[in-house]
């Protein structure tokens, strides 16, 4: 059995986003399979020993092991890739196999990255710990400071780190500022883009020259498949990026790539809902806190650089409670609805506490320098009702007497 060849890419290259959402990269086999095939399958034989040879030397198309690649994984790759408006995609076991893809592919020894401060815990460990020990420097910064960022360029520095909206505090950096200077220094720019979507936000029409994903947040977004994408143009890949995938093995899972092309499908419909609800939860907090961090709430310091970058504020909403700790457990233990945990951009509302679990590897000075405080509560909106979501929220918080 042959499989088909997916459908023409010029075609779907036309198509608006939410027709590739459902159907770019799909590829049928013989059978006519309505829903993608899962192709559990190690490796893949050949017809003859010159076909073996030729699919080796690259002069036939086909697959060869899935280490390398493998229907369902080409298929989530070419439709990420295609709404990022990236020439190549490569999906990995989870998002951090995804970050440290993207950073160790294309450094060695004696190289410089500079970061933003504001990093997904895991994003600073490899900045601060796995990177200086094998010789490649690092600095972070405030990354909403430009000129700590010009600052801190030297000879060496071969690339950049960022993320916006930064995990957990939202903390809003200009994709575009730093990919010029990135670019004016000969570096490339890699942006973690998780909580902006790429149904939001998508940094390559800033200058990002690679994009990197865990699929395992809205991407999947039911909680079933842990999984990243990074994604990039074709040189990029071709010299670094595909040779330290391939070599050091970190592909995604065919079943979980099957599982991640399903919820392509929906994933705008989800984020989209997931917004009207973090919309609404937002000013419901505002109304009875004050302080409350969404990028559609006019008190959001970087509203204008927000919207500039993204198309709506997101899924997410931050906010600190006055007793510190001990009120935020209060708060968290009064949930009726949202539950306890530290994964985010699912369809069910999580609650997390960003300094005792997420950010907790973090000393706390740093903790405290990224404004990650004891108080500090992250709410991730997912598809419930919005006003039963409201009704939770303001019971747990008269429940935590804030
Ligand atoms: C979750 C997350 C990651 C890591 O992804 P995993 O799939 O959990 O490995 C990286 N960056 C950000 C911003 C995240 O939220």
């Known amino acids: 059995m042959k499989l088909r060849a997916g459908i023409d890419p010029k075609l779907t290259s036309r198509w608006a986003r939410q027709t590739q959402l459902v159907r770019a990269g799909t590829m049928r086999s013989d059978f006519g399979e309505m829903s993608e095939a899962l192709y559990m399958t190690s490796g893949f034989t050949y017809e003859s020993a010159e076909e073996a040879e030729a699919r080796f030397d690259g002069r036939a198309e086909g697959f ?49 990255v500079l970061g933003a401060r504001a990093l997904f815990g895991s994003c600073r460990w490899l900045m601060d710990v796995l ?4 010789g490649i420097e690092t600095t972070v910064v405030d990354g909403t400071n430009m000129e700590a960022w010009k600052k801190a360029v030297k000879p060496n520095t071969k690339a950049f780190f960022m993320e916006t909206p930064a995990n957990p505090t ?12 990135a670019h004016e220094n000969g570096c490339k720019l890699i942006v973690d883009n998780v909580f902006a979507t790429p ?24 909680g079933r498949a842990l999984g990243g994408m990074v994604l990039c143009d074709k040189a990029w890949d071709e010299e670094f990026l595909f040779p330290y995938y391939r070599h050091t093995g970190c592909a995604m899972s065919p079943f ?18 997931m917004c009207d ?13 004050g302080d409350v961090r969404h990028p559609s709430l006019d008190s959001f310091k970087q509203q204008n650089l927000a919207l500039a970058q993204m198309d709506r504020g997101g899924t997410m909403v931050v906010f600190e409670l006055p ?15 949202a539950d306890i945990s530290n994964n985010l951009g699912d369809s069910r509302t999580i ?48 429940k935590a007497g804030v």
Not at 69 to 91: D, K, T
Not at 131 to 134: D, G, Q, T, V
Not at 202 to 221: L, N, Q, W
Not at 328 to 337: K, P, Q, R, V, Y
């Open 64 to 112: 060869t092991y899935s280490r390398q690649s493998n229907p369902n994984l080409s298929m989530l790759e070419s439709r990420m890739a295609l709404l990022e408006g990236a020439e190549v995609g490569r999906a990995t076991a989870t998002g951090m196999a995804a970050m440290t893809a993207a950073l160790l592919a294309g450094l060695k020894a004696g190289d410089h």
């Open 131 to 134: 990177l200086p020990r094998f």
């Open 170 to 181: 939202l903390e809003i950096v200009d994709i575009k500022a730093v990919a010029d200077l």
């Open 199 to 222: 149904i939001l936000q998508r940094p390559m029409e800033f200058g990002a020259d690679i994009v990197c994903y865990s699929t395992t947040k809205h991407i999947d977004g039911q």
């Open 256 to 273: 979980n790539a099957w599982v991640t092309l399903k919820g392509l499908e929906t994933l705008s419909l989800r984020v989209h809902s």
């Open 277 to 289: 609800n973090a919309e609404k939860v937002a000013t419901s907090i505002a109304d009875r806190l």
């Open 323 to 337: 007793g510190g700790r001990e009120q935020a457990f209060g708060f968290l233990n009064s949930l009726e609805i």
């Open 351 to 398: 609650a997390t506490h960003p300094w005792s679990t997420t950010h907790k590897a973090l000393a706390e000075e740093t903790r405290l320098e990224l404004g990650i405080t004891p108080g500090l509560i992250r709410l991730s909106v997912g598809l419930e009702d919005a006003n039963d979501l409201i009704a939770d929220v303001m019971q747990a918080l008269d």
